[in-house]
């Protein structure tokens, strides 16, 4: 698949709300993920293999309510391709309603993506 077509899928999958799809059909095993921030409860900002994203993706899933959620993208460029999320979320805990954008950048190395980077601002 190439590169186009593998971002082109994953927005779509995540347009759909099909996050664990995105990581069973996209993301290869060994796949690193890093947030700009360490997020709650985790010693630190990277997640390292399909195991830890999914766990990482399957807390925030959880912890929060998604009222609307745009992607923009995506954007490619050699073998990387960038996202924007735009989300309006509840937080579940705190019931605080918050407004997140941010830029999602993945690399792809023999047809799997390998590796995502977030950036935003907060944490």
């Excluded at 390292?48 to 009222?67: D, P």
Aim: glycine residues 8%; aromatic residues 10%; neutral net charge.
């Amino acid at each position: 698949m190439s590169i186009e077509a593998i971002a082109q899928r994953y927005v779509a999958l995540c347009k759909e709300g099909k996050s664990s799809q995105v990581l069973d059909e996209l993301f290869a095993d060994n796949a690193v993920s890093v947030e700009a921030f360490v997020p709650p409860g985790a010693g630190s900002p990277e997640s390292v293999g399909l195991k830890a994203i999914r766990a990482k993706s399957e807390w925030w899933q959880q912890n929060h309510t998604v009222h609307e959620a745009r992607l923009t993208g995506p954007y490619p460029n050699g073998n990387r391709f960038a996202v924007r999320f735009e989300y309006d979320v509840t937080q579940k805990q705190s019931q605080r309603r918050i407004k997140m954008d941010e830029i999602g950048l993945f690399t792809v190395e023999g047809g799997k993506i390998t590796r995502e980077e977030f950036f935003y601002s907060g944490g």
